[in-house]
């Protein structure tokens, strides 16, 4: 099992910044992707952004540009750093760790609030 917890969420202004973490913890070594995903009100959950164990990563391109996902592979940690933010940005942004021991699953953890406003 892999365990997810975040942090960083909160209230930026339009055109602010915000860092988001999730560190995860249990069977590790069997993670080989891990990601961020976000849903707004009345919307489905929708992929952010994603990187692998090698570093290839992914994001929507609503996002490109603006987002950046990276590994602190010390600190079994995920970042998200995301700047010039915009109201459409607001969710609840979820991390997501997919692994394979045996077999594949995905983990999730418990969600942290973004809200983007003036």
């Known amino acids: 099992q892999v365990q997810l917890v975040e942090s960083g969420g909160g209230l930026v202004q339009p055109g602010g910044s915000l860092r988001l973490s999730c560190a995860a913890s249990?069977?590790?070594?069997?993670?080989?992707?891990m990601g961020w995903y976000r849903q707004a009100p009345g919307k489905q959950r929708e992929l952010v952004a994603r990187?692998?164990?090698?570093?290839?990563?992914e994001s929507a391109d609503s996002v490109k540009g603006r987002f950046t996902i990276y590994r602190d592979y010390a600190k079994n940690t995920v970042l998200l750093q995301m700047d010039s933010l915009k109201p459409e940005d607001t969710a609840v942004y979820f991390c997501?760790?997919?692994?394979?021991?045996?077999?594949?699953?995905?983990?999730w953890g418990q969600g942290t609030q973004v809200t983007v406003s003036s």
């Open positions: 249990g069977t590790i070594f069997s993670i080989h992707r």
């Open positions: 990187i692998t164990n090698g570093g290839s990563t």
């Open positions: 997501n760790a997919e692994s394979f021991n045996g077999r594949a699953m995905s983990f």
